[in-house]
């Protein structure tokens, strides 16, 4: 018998924005079918945890929440930087998949970054085949990785059958103000935004396809009517 495979680290951000009329709706990519994880799939952006998003140099160019504090949320079996990379792959994964970018000011002043913008630098990031870091491209804009515009959620990991597993952290954030979310990207076929119950309506349809762990976080964002009384739930701080 075969040992179960170690779990890869990964981060995950539920995208949150208000709904055209009432409610929020989430943000949701497909993969394309090819990809041996997820293949086809709706899901969340996400990825998985590089060493660099734990390296001293991205811990420095990181602003909102510290690796001593990330550690007590997540666990002591962590090291901070270890548990501090999740937020960090969770903010990367987000801006190269759906160019989306949660940054700030040295001094933590929250600005205002337009969709031309941030498409632009991700444009730049994909254009170079990922040789220009995350850590890089902050560093050349002045930029510091906003990490408190993240919230933590829950825990996910593969079942041990399974030959590609992964340890995953969920985590909310909501759009911030004047940017809009990529239609598609390198490892996006296309998105949507939905409101959970009309997501759940397309998966129970077998129209959207998806995991449970993707399945059961709509299902708890549904039980809320309004984007206020979820950030009230969670202390979620909206993007701006």
């Given at each position: 018998m075969t040992e179960p495979q170690k779990p890869k680290h990964?981060?995950?951000?539920?995208?949150?924005r208000r709904g055209a009329r009432t409610g929020f709706e989430v943000f949701l990519t497909r993969r394309p079918e090819g990809m041996p994880f997820l293949g086809g799939m709706y899901?969340?952006?996400g990825g998985t945890v590089r060493k660099e998003d734990r390296s001293p140099a991205m811990v420095q160019r990181c602003h909102g929440l510290t690796p001593s504090q990330a550690r007590r949320i997540l666990?002591?079996?962590?090291?901070?930087p270890q548990a501090?990379?999740?937020?960090?792959?969770?903010?990367?994964?987000?801006?190269?998949e759906a160019g989306v970018l949660l940054a700030t000011r040295v001094d933590g002043e929250r600005i205002s970054l337009d969709t031309n913008t941030t498409r632009s630098l991700a444009e730049k990031q994909a254009s170079s085949k990922r040789a220009v870091s995350f850590q890089s491209l902050l560093e050349s804009e002045q930029l510091y990785c906003d990490?408190?515009?993240?919230?933590?959620?829950?825990?996910?990991?593969?079942?041990?059958?399974?030959?590609?597993?992964?340890d995953t952290?969920?985590?909310?954030?909501?759009?911030?103000?004047?940017?809009?979310?990529?239609?598609s990207s390198d490892e996006v076929v296309h998105s949507l935004w939905l409101t959970p119950d009309r997501a759940l309506s397309l998966c129970e349809k077998k129209e959207l396809p998806m995991i449970?762990?993707?399945f059961a976080s709509l299902r708890t964002l549904a039980d809320f009517d309004s984007l206020e009384s979820l950030l009230r739930?969670?202390?979620?701080?909206?993007s701006s």
């Open positions: 990964a981060a995950t951000v539920i995208l949150l899901c969340f952006p666990g002591a079996y962590l090291t901070p501090l990379g999740f937020w960090v792959a969770a903010s990367r994964e987000l801006f190269e990490l408190s515009r993240l919230t933590y959620l829950s825990h996910w990991q593969t079942p041990s059958r399974q030959p590609i597993r992964f952290r969920f985590f909310l954030a909501t759009l911030p103000e004047g940017q809009s979310a990529l239609s449970f762990p993707t739930e969670y202390c979620l701080k909206v």
